[in-house]
């Protein structure tokens, strides 16, 4: 079967670094995305690896292993208003996301 | 990045009426889009994938004569929750695809509740 994991809750402090990691177990594979959803909200992008390789975006950057099925959000310079779920999917052979879970981040000042 | 709107953001309904939730791409052509639903604290279900022109493909699960799903243009695609119920209460979100890519955006969600 397919399967995204990822922890289900971090804490971290304000102006600290924090990595979440994620692992999975696709049916093929078409690229990573790492979301980011508060509260209530819709998620929006963050990133989107396809290639092995750090890609830097800002505060935000994010890590692909395919060999191992895995990858990790960096998050620098953390700020309360980080606080959010971060939620890790994979695209499948299909071009199907496969959802993890979501990581909740607490930030504390 | 790609706009996809989705109406209304909150809806109040009576059980065993009809909501209907649209969802548009205001400056692309969302050949594929995706119904969503999430309850608290839990992560996105896939309901179901609509291709432009054809009918959606229901997940497992998911009652295809609940939850109507037309997709008949490149730019808009609807749920219709048909005779809600209180377990129907929900979050639910629409992502737009356009063609080849592979990044899907996704619309700001509906709160429905059925009382």
């Known amino acids: 079967g397919q399967n995204i994991d990822q922890p289900t809750e971090m804490t971290a402090t304000e102006g600290a670094i924090v990595q979440i990691n994620c692992t999975y177990q696709t049916s093929g594979f078409n690229g990573l995305f790492w979301y980011q959803q508060h509260a209530g909200e819709a998620p929006t992008f963050l990133s989107y690896?396809?290639l092995d390789g750090l890609e830097e975006k800002g505060r935000f950057s994010s890590f692909l292993s395919r060999s191992k099925g895995y990858s990790y959000l960096l998050l620098k310079e953390l700020q309360m208003k980080d606080s959010a779920s971060y939620l890790c999917a994979v695209m499948d052979s299909n071009y199907q996301l496969i959802w993890g879970a979501g990581t909740k981040l607490i930030i504390k000042p | 990045g790609a706009v996809v709107s989705q109406h209304p953001s909150r809806v109040i309904c009576k059980s065993g009426t009809s909501v209907k939730i649209e969802c548009r791409s205001l400056?692309?052509?969302?050949?594929?889009m995706f119904w969503y639903r999430q309850f608290p604290k839990q992560s996105l279900m896939l309901m179901a994938t609509?291709?432009?022109?054809?009918?959606?493909?229901?997940e497992q699960g998911v009652e295809k004569d609940k939850f109507l799903i037309n997709h008949a243009s490149l730019t808009l695609s609807t749920l219709t929750v048909t005779s809600a119920h209180p377990e129907d209460s929900s979050f639910y979100i629409c992502?737009?695809?356009?063609?080849?890519?592979?990044?899907?955006?996704f619309g700001q969600g509906t709160r429905l509740t059925v009382v």
């Open positions: 400056d692309f052509q969302a050949t594929t």
């Open positions: 992502s737009a695809r356009e063609g080849g890519d592979t990044e899907a955006f």
């Open positions: 690896n396809v």
């Open positions: 609509s291709n432009e022109g054809s009918k959606a493909t229901y």
